[in-house]
């Protein structure tokens, strides 16, 4: 029998998260009256409701409610603030590894690209020391900011690789803004062993997914939702066992799929396809981790075994040192093992 409360006490991790969509309403509060800025509301429940994204059309609507987050995220302290509650709110429901992501682009001028990358990282090695959660970053280009940004983000992600930066992603408004035009961006990346993820198939179809793959070279896609529409690849990315980071909720908000009962994750999983689960967005999509897995549980009908498979998945699919990924997943599988 399977419960919310079973689901929030298995160890999970996360590859596909936001930061500035994770920010404690109550903290935005804070960070907005310390620093002058006007946010949509000025209790926090009231404010999480005007965060929360339930009608967009489309996922630049989506995208919108990402500038309120932002305006408080513009002093070193606020990032840190914001990177180390969000490890501490992952670790509070068993979530032993998570890699979040952002683009440091948004952070300035008020910062520079060193205090832009160098203030969340502090916030994650402060919440990983005092809750065991394991915490990287992933630094994302824009697709809607110039191909020679995303080059800088890059180069920037690279310097950071070996002070817990673990990948570079490319996210933003998908369609009319292809990946190729920042394949030079995931060169450099690669070129210099740091993983990659893209964004692909969520605003777009399956041939923004092809790009991610054999342009850019991508070794997880960030959503795919739509790779069923092209059943060769569909075949090609199961096969070969490309992770896909996939987040249920976010999925309806940004009509992406119209209805979570039909959403294609399920028919992934059983094809064996690498299906991790993932939030997007805490704050704009009002979910948390435990949330996916009780919608995959109830609305996609995955069983136990099926959800520990997402699971382990969601573990080997992480961005970390073969080494250090061993070590987690045999205490995960214990762990998982043991969870009645
Ligand atoms: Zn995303």
């Known amino acids: 029998m399977i419960t919310r409360d079973l689901l929030h006490r298995l160890p999970k991790a996360e590859l596909h998260v936001h930061l500035d969509g994770c920010i404690r309403p109550a903290t935005m509060i804070d960070l907005a009256r310390a620093q002058g800025v006007t946010l949509p509301a000025d209790d926090p429940a009231a404010l999480a409701r005007a965060m929360f994204v339930r009608n967009a059309q489309n996922l630049e609507e989506y995208l919108e409610k990402y500038t309120v987050t932002l305006a408080v995220m513009q002093t070193p302290g606020a990032l840190e ?14 979530v032993r590894y998570v890699e979040v992501r952002y683009c440091p682009a948004l952070h300035t001028p008020a910062l520079t690209y060193a205090q832009a990358v160098e203030a969340p990282l502090a916030g994650l090695k402060r919440a990983e020391a005092e ?14 900011l110039e191909p020679r940004v995303s080059l800088d983000l ?22 009319g803004h292809p990946a190729r035009d920042h394949a ?22 399956p041939e923004s ?8 070279g991508a070794q997880r896609i960030g959503h795919g939702t739509r790779l069923h529409e092209d059943p060769d690849l569909a075949a ?14 976010s999925n309806l908000h ?16 059983r094809r064996g396809c690498m299906v991790t689960l993932n939030t997007d967005s805490r704050l ?36 970390l040192p073969e080494e250090e990924k061993t070590a987690l997943l045999a205490r995960v599988t214990k762990e998982l093992s043991e969870a009645a």
């Open 81 to 94: 603030r914001i990177a180390y509650e969000f490890v501490v709110d992952s670790a509070a429901e068993n």
């Open 284 to 319: 704009m999509d009002a979910t948390t981790l435990t949330d996916e897995y009780w919608v995959a549980h109830r609305t996609l009908g995955l069983s136990r075994a099926d959800l520990e498979r997402v699971v382990l998945n969601t573990f080997r699919a992480a961005f």
């Open 131 to 144: 809750t065991g959660t394991m915490a990287r970053l992933i630094v994302c280009g824009l697709r809607t």
């Open 254 to 269: 940004t009509h992406t799929v119209t209805d979570l009962a039909r959403h294609p994750a399920a028919d992934y999983l």
């Open 184 to 205: 030079k961006a995931f060169e450099h990346a690669r070129g210099n062993g740091l993983a990659c993820t893209c964004h692909a198939g969520e605003g777009d179809g």
């Open 154 to 175: 890059a180069r920037l992600a690279v310097d950071y690789r070996r002070a817990g930066v673990v990948a570079f992603d490319l996210a933003g408004s998908e369609r």
């Open 236 to 249: 090609y990315v199961c096969e070969h066992g490309v992770p896909l980071e996939i987040c249920l909720t």
């Open 209 to 216: 997914i092809r790009q991610a793959l054999e342009i850019c």
